[in-house]
């Protein structure tokens, strides 16, 4: 095998690696993202009118 051959397999494989990253980010963003507005939909749908997210102090 010639450099070039064993170069292209490698290149492959980090791109296929930067995909799979990505597609784990954007899934997890996501996922977070929906918790949060189902949170918010279920405390509005129990009826109370303030349901926003308290912070505590620092």
Same mark, same amino acid.
């Given at each position: 095998?010639?450099?070039s051959e #064993? ?20 899934g997890l963003?996501?996922?977070? #993202? ?5 949170? +918010?939909? #279920?405390c509005l +749908? ?13």
């Amino acid at each position: 095998m010639s450099d070039s051959e #064993d170069g292209g397999g490698r290149r492959g494989a980090l791109v296929g690696l930067l995909v799979a990253a990505v597609m784990l980010a954007v899934g997890l963003w996501l996922a977070h #993202d929906l918790t949060a507005a189902s949170k +918010m939909q #279920d405390c509005l +749908m129990s009826g109370r009118t303030n349901c926003n997210v308290i912070e505590p102090a620092r």
